[in-house]
């Protein structure tokens, strides 16, 4: 018997082969000698396996493996996987390959001795494909090292890609003036469908085609220079519209030019409209300034900054000849400047207007006499900084001078003209005083809201950005309430305006009341109020004075004989958290407040960047929707009613779906919050309304038996005026009787304004319409009301239902609301029905009505069999006990 070494291979006694053992002609030995060399010293992993048993291995597949050469030698091939799972895998998808005499190569994890994984290439391949039994050799490579470097770019791919389609900004990539990949956002901005940029010529962007090409060879040979370029260009649109971009462009590879480059694209048409705006408002104010009829001038710290035209006109000086000179040049003497200065400090210091009436002195010594009034325009800064208005007043001067003259001469004269003279000087202070109240009124009604007399949007915007620039000096906070009363709609229209406007004024005066002397509080319009806070060391005081402003409001207000509850939706932005000026503050504020109507009214929410997507996914998902309703892509499904005593379909119930093009079925609850803030629900409820009956009329034309056809109601389409009108028409229009529209109105809704909802429902009720309380038992409904409310069936809210089985106190609610609705003789049905065990216990309460999934899914009209006939249930009715009733 040969002894053979660890790899199997044989040797002498001496341990090397006799080197004349020949075969063939061939030196056997040799050969032998030169195979063990190659097996030892491989730079990959040989191994032989026969009947799935290591046969023979080199010492760097030991190694892999973490064993000893000898511990492999007869280990089962099994062990070097990490289960039998993955063994017996191996073996099925290599086998057929090996039988075949190919090649079998494969990636997968394999296990150490140790217990660890590694990641290994494989290929294996039969000694001879057609005796199985002389075994397999297998060719091993450890890649656990490139497999996470893979994974890693992988990963890193995946987040750039994720990056590039999320991103805000439009994105491009152009490659020899043409766009040769870009993100969605990118074509948004053109307006132009998915792929649609694909190949699109650079020049095709811009919107002066003449000036494009001249325009991109600089823009190139700047980017090429710099490795990097900037600007803002007009842009065009798909449809033809122009659009103002901020384009920031950056060589994709400095080395290699001709890779391309990387564009970001921002619109900034707001931007510009709003810096075309402010340029606008400067220039008024420059013609304003500029041509007024009495002179002004603008002092800093005593030195004359700016006068406008009249004013060098009054003094007899030249275009600019004023600017940087001292105040004092305008006076008679250094002496009377003092004098009138030091008059003027105490009450300008103040933030009071300073009046007198002074001579000047003009370029050529001529003096005049003048009206001044001066006020200081910023109380905070620690310069003085006054404006000043000047009047001539020489020839009143001059009169009056006269008159004391002509006085003098006609001193005999004087006791007769006395009372003359006294009524003429009376009326002239009485004209100086009006004139002065006047320009004081006319400043406040500028400046003010004239219902509640707060702080107008103006006025705001100034002390906002006062109160900014001292918390900016100060290292404080200031803080931005953005106020909007809650449901005060519905209060103006049905109460009306006047009952509004008093309303308005009582929440000014308690707002005013919650805050501050320093703080401000301003009404914008309507109902929407901003209050802007001062120095605050930290938002804990932000907290307590929004806390404050609800307890304000929590009592109700009297207006006319009504007791009127308002409450406030409240959002706040900080400073400088949330923003460094104004605009983004209040857009900010304006923004977490309609989060905080969103959470139920009535309390503050503080602004997050997450509100903001919100905001944008809320925005694009209202216009998808108004686009839903004119293109007709709202459908109503139907769910079946079941009453299993006369194991029969006894009506449906319409649910309104969308079917969006792009997404596919949209289910109600996630665009019917969005209809109920923005006031789609009015359109979108009469639509169902409509669409049902059109329904139920076909199918009566098709002979399916008249089934009554529930639609649920919104709380604000159930408020809307004309609501039974537009009932009325629509069962004319498709000519239904009013018995077979079900209407089920929810429980909050129906507490609401408790009088008008009785005289509707009555008048509902008299034209036949059946009513009934949807989700009763969630609300907080009185008892003495639901005696006098005409309705005719009550549900139970399959929040009850879902748990009936397992929660004892939904099975009491359930059992209660079953037995209310017998003892006040109402009809009553069970939502929500989705097992045998809630069916089977809702029976035993004495519930017989029913609706959900055990029964039926809501179905599109074309599956009309299944709706009038869900036999599978309805057949085993009898499982139940049931028989159908006469």
């Known amino acids: 018997m040969i002894e053979r070494d660890p790899h199997g291979l044989p040797r002498s006694q001496g341990g090397f082969l006799d080197a004349s053992l020949s075969v063939g002609g061939h030196n056997l030995g040799q050969t032998l000698l030169e195979l063990r060399a190659i097996l030892e010293n491989a730079t990959i992993g040989i191994m032989f396996t026969r009947n799935r048993v290591v046969s023979r291995a080199n010492p760097l597949c030991a190694s892999m493996w973490g064993y000893e050469p000898d511990e492999l030698i007869g280990l089962p091939s099994a062990a070097l996987h990490p289960s039998d799972e993955a063994f017996a895998e191996l073996g099925r998808e290599a086998m057929p390959v090996l039988a075949a005499g190919r090649t079998y190569r494969t990636e997968r994890p394999m296990m150490r001795k140790d217990g660890s994984l590694f990641f290994c290439r494989i290929s294996a391949k039969a000694v001879d494909p057609r005796y199985p039994r002389q075994g397999t050799i297998w060719i091993m490579e450890d890649v ?3 497999r996470l470097i893979q994974d890693a770019l992988d990963k890193s791919a995946r987040e750039l890609a994720g990056i590039f389609e999320t991103s805000p900004i439009g994105i491009t990539v152009v490659r020899n003036a043409r766009v040769v990949r870009c993100n969605r956002r990118f074509e948004q901005l053109l307006g132009l469908p998915p792929g649609a940029a694909m190949g699109l010529s650079v020049e095709r962007l811009f919107a002066r085609g003449d000036e494009a090409a001249a325009l991109i060879s600089n823009t190139y040979d700047e980017l090429l220079a710099q490795g990097y370029q900037r600007g803002e260009f007009l842009l065009l649109r798909s449809d033809g519209s122009e659009f103002w971009a901020n384009c920031s462009g950056h060589v994709l590879d400095p080395a290699d030019p001709a890779v391309g480059t990387v564009w970001l694209v921002e619109d900034i048409s707001r931007q510009k409209a709003a810096e075309a705006q402010l340029k606008r408002a400067l220039e008024q104010q420059e013609t304003i300034f500029d041509n007024a009829a009495v002179g002004i001038m603008l002092t800093h710290n ?14 007899g000086y030249g275009p600019d000849d004023l600017m940087g000179r001292l105040a004092s040049v305008l006076h008679p003497s250094e002496e009377a400047f003092g004098r009138v200065r030091e008059r003027a400090l105490g009450a300008i210091r103040q933030g009071e207007t300073f009046i007198i009436e002074i001579p000047g002195q003009c370029k050529d010594g001529r003096h005049i006499w003048l009206r001044v009034t001066g006020r200081r325009t910023d109380q905070e800064r620690s310069s003085l900084d ?3 208005i000047f009047e001539d007043i020489t020839e009143r001067h001059l009169a009056e001078r006269a008159l004391v003259q002509a006085r003098d001469e006609l001193e005999q004269r004087v006791t007769e003209r006395t009372a003359e003279l006294a009524t003429a000087n009376a009326q002239l202070q009485g004209e100086i005083f009006e004139r002065m109240q006047t320009e004081q ?17 103006a006025l705001l915007h100034d002390r906002l950005g006062q109160a900014l620039a001292q918390a900016e000096r100060k290292g404080r906070r200031a803080a931005v309430l953005f106020l909007d009363l809650d449901r005060f709609k519905s209060i103006n229209d049905s109460l009306g305006h006047a009952v509004g406007d008093e309303l308005l004024k009582q929440v000014a005066q308690r707002l005013g009341g919650a805050v501050r002397s320093v703080d401000t509080v301003s009404r914008l319009g309507g109902d929407e109020f901003v209050v802007v806070l001062n120095d605050m060391i930290c938002v804990d005081d932000v907290v307590l004075v929004a806390e404050k402003i609800i307890a304000a409001l929590g009592p109700p207000v009297r207006v006319d004989a009504h007791d009127l509850r308002v409450t406030p939706s409240i959002g706040i932005s900080i400073y400088p958290d949330d923003g460094s000026d104004a605009m983004q503050l209040m857009k900010n504020a304006d923004t977490a407040m309609y989060h905080a109507k969103s ?3 009535n309390n503050f929410q503080f602004f997050t960047a997450s509100m903001n997507d919100e905001a944008i996914r809320f925005f694009n998902l209202e216009n998808r929707l108004r686009a839903a309703l004119d293109q007709g892509e709202l459908v109503l499904h139907y769910q079946p009613l079941v009453d299993l005593r006369q194991r029969a379909v006894v009506g449906m119930e319409a649910l309104v779906r969308w079917n969006d093009p792009e997404q596919g079925m949209i289910a109600p609850g996630e665009f019917i919050p969005v209809a109920e803030e923005t006031g789609l629900i ?9 669409e049902a009956m059109r329904q139920n009329r076909v199918w009566q034309e098709q002979g399916y038996p008249l089934l009554p056809i529930s639609v649920n109601l919104s709380p604000r389409q159930f408020r809307q005026r004309g609501l039974v009108e537009t009932i009325r028409a629509i069962l004319a229009e498709t000519g239904q009787p009013a018995r077979l529209l079900e209407l089920e109105i929810t429980e909050g809704a129906l507490m609401q304004e408790v009088g008008e909802t009785l005289s509707k429902l009555e008048e509902l009720a008299a034209m036949g319409v059946r009513l009934t309380i949807d989700d009763f038992g969630t609300g907080y409904s009185s008892l003495s009301y639901l005696k006098r409310f005409p309705v005719h069936k009550l549900k139970v809210d399959q929040s009850f239902t879902r748990d009936l089985c397992e929660d004892r106190e939904d099975a009491a609610i359930a059992a ?12 009553i049905l069970a939502e929500g029905v989705e097992t045998a065990e809630q069916l089977s216990m809702l029976m035993g309460y004495g519930c017989h009505k029913f609706q959900g999934y055990y029964f039926s899914r809501p179905l599109a009209p ?8 869900p036999s599978s249930i309805l057949e085993g009715a009898t499982d139940w006990g049931l028989v159908a009733s006469p």
Not at 441 to 447: F, G, Q, V
Not at 682 to 690: D, I, N, Q, S, T
Not at 816 to 827: F, N, P, T
Request: proline share 3%.
């Open 144 to 146: 656990s090292e490139d």
């Open 441 to 457: 009124r006319i400043w406040h009604l500028a400046h003010h809201d004239a219902l509640t007399g707060l702080p107008n949007r």
């Open 862 to 869: 074309s599956q009309t069999d299944t709706l009038f006939h």
């Open 386 to 388: 006054v404006i000043w």
């Open 816 to 827: 209660a609301i079953i037995g209310l609705a017998h003892s006040l003789e109402l009809d």
């Open 302 to 315: 005593r030195t004359i900054v700016r006068a406008n035209r009249r004013l060098e006109e009054i003094f």
């Open 599 to 601: 959470l139920g009214r």
């Open 682 to 690: 009015l359109p979108l409820g009469e639509w169902v309304l409509r």
